[in-house]
């Protein structure tokens, strides 16, 4: 039996160490980033190009998601309040029936934001590759980042790594039945970020032609 108690112990200490692993990367990633996080958009004064992060338009039942109708409220603020001058609209565009960005330049232009300060990018499968591609695709090595306050550590962390000067302007976080599942996924997220970047070196599914944004 000598070799199923190697087996539990090393087990329990994997678990341990995945669990160890897991609360330090949290605190890393929201400690080195929180004093970047804007509450007061009219106290903001920061990059004039905003990135905002995709998120589906619609939750699994068909409703609206408002996730996506708080920052698309958020950056059109921005926009009218004179804080932002140009969008990098950044989300998955995975078949013709799902296209994030496109739906966040719809939503955009219901607001009154006009579709010559929007620039889609589809190929934002990930955080990381939203981030990523605005400073190698897009040539912006200042950004805005809108998104919800769990979600802004870690793409300000991200920004960090590859030495973006980023602040997040973040929008409300709704109350929704789906919230604790949506935290606690970013939980374990937030430590694929730490992976990603410090040990696997995942780069961008996608980056090609670079396309400056004339502004």
Not at 172 to 187: G, L, V
Request: proline share 4%.
């Amino acid at each position: 039996m000598k070799w199923w108690r190697r087996l539990r112990n090393l087990s329990l200490y994997l678990i341990l160490f995945t669990l160890l692993f897991v609360v330090i990367s949290n605190w890393w990633v929201i400690r080195s980033t929180q004093g970047k996080v804007v509450t007061d958009i009219s106290s903001f004064n920061g990059p004039n190009v905003a990135l905002v992060l995709g998120t589906s338009n619609k939750l699994r039942n068909g409703s609206t998601n408002p996730y996506f109708e708080n920052r698309i409220k958020a950056a059109a603020e921005l926009y009218h309040e004179g804080k932002v001058a140009h969008f990098i609209l950044s989300g998955d565009n995975r078949s013709i029936y799902y296209n994030e960005p496109m739906d966040m330049k719809k939503a955009l232009i219901v607001l009154g934001v006009p579709d010559s300060t929007i620039t889609l990018d589809y190929a934002g499968l990930r955080t990381l590759d939203s981030i990523v591609r605005s400073k190698e695709i897009f040539g912006q090595n200042k950004i805005t980042i809108i998104t919800q306050p769990f979600h802004s550590y870690r793409a300000l962390f991200i920004s960090q790594f590859y030495e973006i000067e980023a602040v997040a302007v973040v929008a409300q976080e709704p109350n929704t039945d789906a919230a604790i599942n949506i935290y606690f996924r970013e939980y374990f997220a937030r430590t694929k970020a730490v992976l990603d970047l410090y040990i696997l070196k995942t780069a961008p599914r996608h980056l090609g032609e670079k396309e400056p944004l004339s502004i």
